[in-house]
């Protein structure tokens, strides 16, 4: 029960040998790494007795990696996990700022299995060749970094055209009960293969490379049971877009969603993982499902058949107990599901299809859908595109093409290989689609999108995860919304929100009034899927002579300074930078597209800092009044302003603040630019815990209405630092410009671990401390 995956290891390896070269799919494991079942068993025993009661599933993988299941105390929603991950996965983007704070480290390897991927500096214009050749070449000096820092310190490195991390991570890495942490929050899309796999920032990444057990606050379990069966036009991504409805952006907050009961058979291996990709927009840690035989049928095909023999071996452990108890039960019967479409500006507004024409209507969205995108790290498996391209035929066959532009993203190079070669490719190509690059493109921001002014207010369909603001073409007047490859497919084809394909007609290019017919596709390739091209670099057992520079005159890369330590003193009179009004995402903290380029330069990408949120003194982005000059300018100007005068700030917000991408940056640029509190009405997880890594105080209000007590002129005092400790509010004295004051109470959910972060000046710094 103890399975050895790499070059050498011959009890119960993997098909073939990672460095060599395959004739089928096969997964790339490093030597030495390793699934013990027999480990997980004894865990989750040791756990089981100690509680004394069944156990989730969710709970069994988790508690089954912990660092000390005998002493380790667990409450869930209170007390913090020490864990054991198995893997670590790094998109290009947040891995340029892990690994170099992995350098900033000292030491000379990463203690667990890594892998880099080359998905996000890759911008859609053209096609995907085009694209490719010059995201190569614009971004030469990056991938140089990532590929010899891979090199230098154990990493391997999957390069740009390989596809997008969670599939590749789908296709290679997870299995059923594996702990992966990734730098990215769509990291849950490994849940679909029975893996706990979890988005965090750089700065955890760095903790687990280093060998250093990973805190995580031990969550709550949120139970979805799925009764009846898919059907028709109905998919996997209708379940999550209806409990994304239910629970909306902050519902899954400090939980695991667990999918159960016999609905779960009629989802295929890569619809569970759409349906636990798109988690990560409820707020939730993460989503995971029972292993069961459509599991076991995607490990077979994609050369993993010796994992699925020993996952059938030790299936107890990789399904809940009977009689577990969840913190919340939701229950979906998929028969009476509905296709949905949700948007526009945030994942959680969902509507029946068969609603959404007569809802833009009445709210004046525009109908004319200007360009369907259907791919992504969401929807991007064979079935997905078999099921787009079902639909394309029929539109052919009828004379039509698509009314809207239409444009492919495969997930991955092996996807795109094998629907070259089955034929997919040509039909959605043939219907008006432009099949785009190995990578995430338009759905992070990665388009260069022509064919509508700034400003112009459009409607677009995708089949992504997320739809705020401004995040595909950077154009606040774009109204994007999410569904089915499906739906965006029929979507596309009419040209109209005002379509529902399970009852109106298209007029074929003879006049003739006609129905497209259910959408259908094999779950997985009759032949065994083609790998394509050999994308990936391992790095060597010898790499003392492997140089890793960064110029000093770079605009891309820069060396790490350490953040300064506390003074041990109260932080006083902070000036209010910003007071936000309404949601603000990672996308507003930090936004992506086009600032991608520096997110390996922290004091270049420092210049996008909150440029994305409102401020409500004026109701408008990037304009805050500088208190020192008495004029107006963008907020990082302001900022850097402050910090030149030795003025430090507080930024104050609204709910789940810093909800979306896992992008440490947001965390790293205010206290690059001189912040040091956040104080809000309450965080996503993934930012409050990438706030405390970089030594912010992360702070809420005890009595949300005292954001309302804030003006944008105030200073803020924190106290009570001297005798910081969990579970010991702070106070805040807020000092307002006509003289008077409020004394307020202040929570926060620091442990004492990351207390000494703060002390410290960052969790960096602490492990330079430790060693």
């Given at each position: ?75 869930r929603g209170r007390t913090y996990l020490r864990l054991r991950p198995d893997r670590v996965a790094m998109q290009d983007a947040t891995a340029q700022m892990a690994m170099l704070q992995f350098i900033s480290s000292g030491l000379p390897k990463v203690a667990v299995p890594s892998t880099i ?655």
């Amino acid at each position: 029960a103890y399975l050895v995956l790499g070059e050498g290891a011959r009890r119960l390896h993997v098909s073939a040998a990672f460095n060599a070269k395959p004739k089928v799919a096969m997964s790339r494991f490093e030597p030495g790494t390793s699934i013990s079942y027999e480990k997980l068993h004894e865990n989750i025993d040791i756990v089981r007795k100690r509680l004394n009661r069944p156990l989730t599933l969710s709970e069994k993988i988790v508690y089954g990696h912990l660092d000390d299941p005998v002493g380790q105390d667990i409450a869930r929603g209170r007390t913090y996990l020490r864990l054991r991950p198995d893997r670590v996965a790094m998109q290009d983007a947040t891995a340029q700022m892990a690994m170099l704070q992995f350098i900033s480290s000292g030491l000379p390897k990463v203690a667990v299995p890594s892998t880099i991927h080359c998905d996000h500096l890759i911008e859609a214009q053209i096609g995907g060749v085009e694209d490719l050749k010059r995201a190569k070449e614009v971004n030469q000096e990056v991938y140089n970094f990532l590929a010899t820092a891979g090199a230098k310190y154990g990493v391997g490195f999957w390069k740009p055209g390989s596809g997008i991390i969670h599939q590749i991570i789908l296709e290679n890495y997870a299995y059923p009960g594996v702990l992966l942490i990734g730098t990215d929050s769509h990291t849950p899309n490994g849940g679909g293969l029975g893996s706990i796999c979890i988005g965090v920032g750089g700065a955890d990444a760095v903790d687990v490379m280093a060998g250093i057990p990973w805190e995580l606050k031990c969550p709550n379990v949120i139970g979805v049971k799925l009764t009846g069966s898919l059907s028709g036009w109905t998919s996997p991504k209708d379940v999550i877009l209806k409990v994304a409805g239910i629970l909306t952006v902050k519902g899954g907050t400090g939980a695991i969603v667990e999918y159960h009961g016999p609905g779960v058979d009629s989802i295929s291996c890569t619809g569970m993982a759409t349906i636990c990709n798109m988690g990560a927009e409820i707020g939730a840690t993460t989503s995971v499902f029972p292993y069961n035989h459509r599991m076991k049928t995607y490990l077979n095909k994609t050369g993993r058949a010796d994992i699925a023999a020993l996952a059938d071996e030790h299936k107890d452990d990789l399904v809940p107990d009977k009689g577990c108890k969840y913190d919340h039960v939701i229950e979906i019967n998929l028969s009476e599901l509905k296709p949905h479409i949700n948007g526009p500006f945030t994942p959680d507004l969902a509507h029946p299809v068969s609603e959404i024409g007569a809802v833009a209507e009445k709210n004046g969205w525009p109908l004319e859908v200007k360009v369907g995108l259907i791919g992504s790290c969401t929807n991007s498996s064979y079935e997905d595109m078999g099921r787009a391209a079902s639909l394309a035929k029929q539109a052919l066959d009828k004379g039509l093409k698509c009314k809207a532009a239409f444009t492919v993203t495969p997930g991955s190079e092996q996807i795109r290989a094998t629907i070259e070669r089955d034929g997919f490719s040509k039909i959605l190509r043939d219907v008006g689609g432009v099949v785009l690059a190995n990578a995430c493109g338009p759905c992070i921001g990665q388009w260069d999108r022509k064919d509508v002014k700034m400003g112009e207010k459009n409607t677009i369909v995708t089949s992504y995860n997320r739809n705020f603001t401004s995040r595909n073409d950077a154009n606040p007047a774009t109204h994007a919304f999410v569904t089915s490859p499906e739906i965006v497919t029929a979507l596309a084809i009419a040209g109209t929100l005002k379509f529902d394909p399970e009852t109106d007609y298209l007029t074929a290019a003879n006049g003739e009034k006609f129905k497209l017919e259910p959408p259908n596709g094999d779950e997985l390739p009759a032949r065994d899927f083609d790998p394509g091209q050999d994308t990936y670099q391992h790095p060597p057992a010898e790499s003392g002579s492997v140089m890793v520079d960064v110029s000093p005159t770079s605009t891309r890369l820069q060396l790490l300074e350490p953040f300064d330590k506390w003074n041990g003193k109260d932080l006083e009179d902070l000036q209010v930078l910003i007071k936000v009004k309404g949601k603000c995402t990672t996308d507003h903290i930090s936004a992506a597209g086009p600032w991608l380029k520096f997110r390996g330069h922290l004091d270049n990408i420092s210049n996008n800092m909150l440029i994305g949120a409102i401020n409500i003194e004026n109701d408008a982005v990037n304009k805050i009044k500088n208190r020192l000059t008495g004029e107006y300018g963008g907020v990082p100007d302001v900022a850097r302003h402050y910090k030149a005068n030795g003025l430090s700030w507080v930024v104050v917000g609204d709910d789940n603040y810093g909800e979306g991408s896992s992008r440490e940056h947001a965390a790293l640029e205010p206290r690059h630019l001189g912040g040091r509190v956040i104080l809000v009405k309450s965080f996503a997880r993934i930012h409050e815990t990438n706030l405390k890594k970089q030594g912010m105080l992360p702070l809420t209000f005890a009595d949300p209405t005292d954001y309302d007590k804030i003006r944008p002129d105030d200073k803020i005092s924190i106290t009570g630092l001297a005798t910081f400790a969990p579970g010991k509010p702070l106070k805040g004295v807020v000092k307002h410009g006509d003289g008077s004051q409020d004394i307020i109470n202040l929570n926060h959910t620091f442990n004492e671990n990351q207390v000494e972060w703060f002390h410290a000046g960052s969790a960096l710094n602490r492990m330079k401390e430790l060693q």
